[in-house]
């Protein structure tokens, strides 16, 4: 048995080993968004690969120990674990940065990335060059031309040629618009905020440190404050602009901050005005400041609860994706028209799909139910998407 198990790898790996080396003579017809990671049970052990949003069939086939959700946006570009390390690969599964890195980001900041060896944490470009040296200290990524280094109560600020601009006491944050949050111990807690020659532009005060150890920052003019456990905004000079009135609230994203009015959620403007009622509910038992974070709009939708279902909302309010789940939405891939939900993939009207990733995962639930023959019918179905799949073959092998 174990002789065959050794012979059936090794077939894999020789399918690993074409199909890479084809993907890389053609130009893929794909797009980074178009991909999404995948983890499936081979036989050297869980292994991460990436396949196609639409349907599920596999593009960069599963040897990586870890692997990133989806690609970089604009760089074309996911981080990946082998041997142990991190390094980086393109859409055609190529490894463009060899992986020696004990940490990555979680994001390209201008075209830079966190590294990480030991204890020590520099920047890379895209190439790989590593554009600033290995250094101690907690470091924060790259924003509006600065990086920041606390250590020892003070924090630098330091820009791509690797020169000192300013250092301030305190636990410094990014620069987002102009201006970065900086925490002081003073007594109790405080914030102040800091143009980018170090002066001060707003005083420390208690009431920009949000939610426990979470700050304030400025997004779209405006900074979240917290007075008397109410939650309103201020604007760069520091004045109460969107009176402190409601239960909790976040960040402006697309013109729009989402609210908690007793127990719903709705949205306000940059003006304060109500622009979407309070009627849309938090998600389970998450903290206040979280449930909004999971509901605030990016790129123009919402994931929103309403009368216990799930679905997606736009600026007006106009459903996008219908509420007929009874789980929160994971992601909606609005390009593709594909709503992802507990793993599984379904339509915007809330139609399970014909899709890879929905038969392996029936498949398997279906095996630890103990209902074989059905669990071989989706093994099946998924090799009809993806002949030749090394998952659901080796899978089928060991229960027929």
């Not at 109460?240 to 013109?255: E, K, M, Q, S, Y």
């Not at 209902?371 to 998407?385: D, M, R, S």
């Amino acid at each position: 048995m174990k002789k065959w198990f050794g012979i059936l790898f090794l077939i894999i790996l020789l399918m690993l080993g074409l199909t890479l080396s084809a993907g890389a003579v053609n130009q893929p017809n794909y797009k980074p968004d178009d991909l999404v990671m995948m983890k499936v049970a081979l036989p050297g052990g869980e292994k991460c690969g990436y396949l196609l949003v639409n349907n599920g069939k596999w593009v960069i086939l599963p040897q990586f120990e870890e692997a990133r959700n989806t690609f970089f946006r604009g760089s074309e570009l996911a981080a990946v674990k082998m041997g142990g390390k991190y390094g980086f690969i393109n859409i055609k599964g190529q490894m463009v940065i060899k992986p020696e890195y004990d940490k990555v980001g979680w994001a390209w900041s201008e075209d830079l990335m966190e590294v990480q060896v030991g204890k020590l944490t520099g920047f890379i470009d895209m190439t790989g060059k590593q554009v600033i040296e290995l250094q101690s200290g907690v470091v924060n990524p790259f924003s509006e031309g600065l990086y920041s280094v606390f250590s020892g109560a003070r924090t630098k600020y330091i820009n791509k040629a690797g020169a000192v601009m300013f250092e301030v006491d305190g636990r410094g944050q990014n620069f987002l618009e102009g201006l970065a949050p900086v925490i002081k111990i003073q007594g109790r807690a405080a914030v102040e905020f800091i143009d980018k020659s170090g002066q001060t532009v707003i005083e420390p005060q208690p009431s920009l440190l949000i939610d426990g150890l979470r700050w304030s920052s400025f997004h779209e003019g405006l900074a979240v404050i917290k007075i008397d456990n109410r939650f309103g905004f201020i604007d760069k000079q520091g004045i109460l602009t969107i009176p402190a009135v409601f239960d909790c609230a976040t960040d402006f994203r697309d013109g729009l901050a989402a609210v908690f009015v007793g127990q719903k959620i709705g949205y306000i403007d940059t003006s304060g005005n109500m622009v979407l009622p309070a009627q849309y509910d938090p998600v389970g038992k998450w903290l206040p400041m979280m449930a909004l974070d999971f509901s605030s709009f990016h790129n123009g939708i919402a994931r929103v609860k309403w009368n216990d279902k799930f679905g997606v909302i736009d600026k007006k309010g106009n459903w996008v994706v219908q509420p007929v789940f009874d789980k929160a939405v994971d992601y909606f891939y609005s390009k593709q028209k594909i709503v992802v939900v507990g793993g599984y993939y379904y339509d915007q009207t809330g139609k399970k799909l014909d899709h890879y990733v929905n038969h392996m995962k029936d498949a398997d639930t279906s095996l630890k139910e103990g209902n074989v023959q059905k669990a071989i019918a989706y093994y099946k179905a998924a090799l009809k998407i993806n002949p030749g799949d090394v998952s659901a073959t080796w899978k089928l092998s060991l229960i027929k």
